[in-house]
């Protein structure tokens, strides 16, 4: 069965839909015709997106602007979905550190465990019961190339990517016979544009432009997999490089090289 095909009483959800991957996932849903519910913190940010989506698609756009770092607004936000009809979830929400960890602010790194794994789990825990009784349901998680190796230097993040993926890909193997689809979206450089050389981060520095993918196409290329029920999508070259490494290679041999790249981007 295709993922859900929109509806009035239905919302698909994108969390992390104020920029990048999500904000594309967000225009990508709209315009095949579906109702959403956007979620971040900047509630700004997703008003505008949401009234350019209503203008541009006629479709519902309700936002939440809450800190899915909180456990309690998670809480909110989860029992609000359990009892909604949630056709699709994008968990897409994350954020990433770079450098040793004992260097970095210890608050972050728990936020960032929170965030990029906590949320990902209560909110897929909210919506899967209903999917599963309703036969019917889409869940793109977003996981990342760096969720398949150790890397020190981003020791936080691909852990929390380690989580999202292997769930993710588990996940699908229990529901893939009752009608809910589940794609992991592992990707390795995008972003919106290319920056100016004044705003060039140390990663666009590094990451030469053929390797970057376009936020809005990766979106594009996700939703597509997830109406295929495809296991995972992971685009451009350096992505499935990433991969095949991360999936072959002995770990002891892959930490340090690919360590020695990050330290660069701890800078
Ligand atoms: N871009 C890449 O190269 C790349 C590669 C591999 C994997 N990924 C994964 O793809 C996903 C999206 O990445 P991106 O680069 O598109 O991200 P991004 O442009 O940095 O956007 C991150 C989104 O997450 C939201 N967010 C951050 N902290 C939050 C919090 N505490 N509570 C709620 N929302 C929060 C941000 O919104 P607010 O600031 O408004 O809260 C924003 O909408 C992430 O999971 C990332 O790990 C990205």
């Known amino acids: 069965m295709p993922v859900p095909s929109p509806s009035a009483t239905s919302r698909a959800v994108i969390t992390g839909a104020s920029s990048g991957i999500g904000m ?3 225009r990508a849903l ?39 770092s909180e456990p309690t607004s998670v809480e909110v936000l989860a029992a609000e979905f359990a009892g909604r009809e949630i056709s699709i979830l994008c968990n ?9 960890v004992s260097e970095l602010d210890a608050d972050y790194e728990r936020a960032q465990v929170l965030l990029n794994v906590n949320a990902v789990h209560d909110l897929t825990l ?18 990342s190339t760096a ?44 972003r919106t544009q290319t920056p100016s050389a004044d705003e060039a981060s140390i990663v666009d520095k590094m990451v030469p432009d ?31 490089a990433m991969s095949v490494a991360g999936g072959y290679s002995p770990r002891a041999v892959v930490a340090p090289i690919v360590g020695g790249f990050y330290r660069k981007l701890g800078g």
């Open 210 to 240: 053929f390797l970057w993918h376009s936020s809005a196409k990766v979106a594009e290329m996700s939703l597509d997999a997830l109406s295929h029920n495809k296991m995972r999508v992971v685009p451009g070259t350096l992505s499935k």
């Open 147 to 190: 969720g398949n190796m150790p890397i020190p230097n981003n020791a936080t993040y691909a852990a929390t990517k380690a989580f999202v993926n292997t769930f993710s890909e588990s996940l699908r193997g229990e529901v893939s016979g009752q009608g809910v689809h589940v794609t992991l979206l592992a990707p390795g450089p995008v």
């Open 92 to 100: 897409n929400a994350g954020i990433a550190t770079f450098g040793p």
């Open 30 to 68: 709209a315009a095949r015709g579906h109702s959403l519910i956007l979620v971040a913190r900047r509630g700004d940010v997703l008003e505008e997106l949401a009234a350019e989506l209503h203008r541009q698609h006629g479709v519902t756009v309700e936002v939440r602007a809450v800190d899915l």
């Open 24 to 26: 594309e996932l967000a």
């Open 126 to 143: 909210a919506v899967l019961p209903q999917m599963v009784a309703r036969r019917s349901g889409g869940i793109l998680m977003v996981g």
